[in-house]
């Protein structure tokens, strides 16, 4: 999923965390950037980027309004858009650090106008909105990466058998409820256990039981915020076999009981992916 927002504040914000990734683009120079013991001025088109479980907060100035833009997705975004080689290159930057961009003058207006494009998507209906929105992610991403001079990835297999991971994790995506151990998946992939479990979390940051726990919580979400589908019946059709567990995974990733959730989406659509800890 995509969340985009467009803010204009001075309030005093603590340190945080939160489980999705975001693209933070500044809009003024009135604030500084903390990420993880670092920090970063704010100037009109730098971006930061906050990987899932960062440490950041705002510095605002006191009294003086700090304008910017941000775009939100979860971790596994990119490869199920099909952005398998850009989902890649996104852990690397997380393994380095990459947080600030630079300030080339072209690159920062580049910043701000496809940014406001992809605001603009992702608020608006419209014909082929999603994968307008997913097409400006990857090119503000790409040129990120470009900006900051981060190298291509070193790959463990060929890009034939990665193409078959992703397709296994397409398919999990879409019907999280299927029965997928480590074994059966690296075997329909045709790849050794070892190599697939590395490409699965080259991909995506997860082991494959982390995956496919992260895909069936996801669909409980979305299953609670678009049915009426009793709680029960919501566990068993994401391949949750043990509602007991089901109930404990939930909270233990969104702080709250589903019933809770579901209550909280029916009032506003903030992200639960987004919950601050």
């Known amino acids: 999923m995509l969340w985009t927002s467009h803010g204009k504040t001075s309030y005093i914000m603590t340190p945080h965390r939160h489980d ?29 980027l ?112 990665r193409k078959r991971v992703l397709e296994l994790c397409r398919r999990l995506v879409a019907n999280p409820a299927i029965e997928l151990t480590l074994d059966t998946a690296a075997a329909k992939a045709g790849i050794c256990r070892s190599a697939f479990a590395a490409s699965v979390k080259e991909t995506t940051g997860f082991t494959w039981r982390e995956y496919v726990l992260d895909c069936r919580l996801k669909k409980a979400v979305k299953l609670l915020e678009e049915t009426d589908l009793p709680i029960t019946d919501i566990a068993l059709s994401c391949g949750f076999t043990n509602i007991g567990y089901f109930y404990r995974t939930f909270h233990a990733k969104f702080a709250q009981t589903p019933a809770k959730l579901r209550k909280k989406l029916s009032v506003n659509h903030f992200p639960p992916l987004l919950k601050v800890y």
């Open 20 to 48: 999705m990734y975001e693209l933070f683009i500044c809009l003024n120079d009135k604030a500084i950037q903390h990420v993880e013991g670092r920090q970063c001025p704010f100037r009109r088109g730098r971006a930061f």
């Open 50 to 161: 906050l990987y899932s479980g960062c440490r950041h907060q705002v510095e605002f100035f006191p009294g003086v309004l700090a304008e910017f833009m941000f775009v939100c997705f979860d971790a596994n975004h990119l490869a199920e858009a099909g952005f398998l080689k850009l989902q890649e290159q996104l852990q690397a930057g997380r393994r380095k650090a990459a947080f600030f961009s630079g300030d080339d003058p072209e690159y920062l207006r580049f910043n701000v106008d496809t940014m406001e494009a992809l605001h603009a998507a992702v608020t608006s209906p419209g014909l082929l909105q999603e994968e307008l929105a997913n097409a400006l992610l990857a090119q503000l991403l790409i040129a990120f990466f470009r900006n900051i001079g981060l190298g291509p990835t070193e790959r463990a297999i060929t890009d034939d058998k």
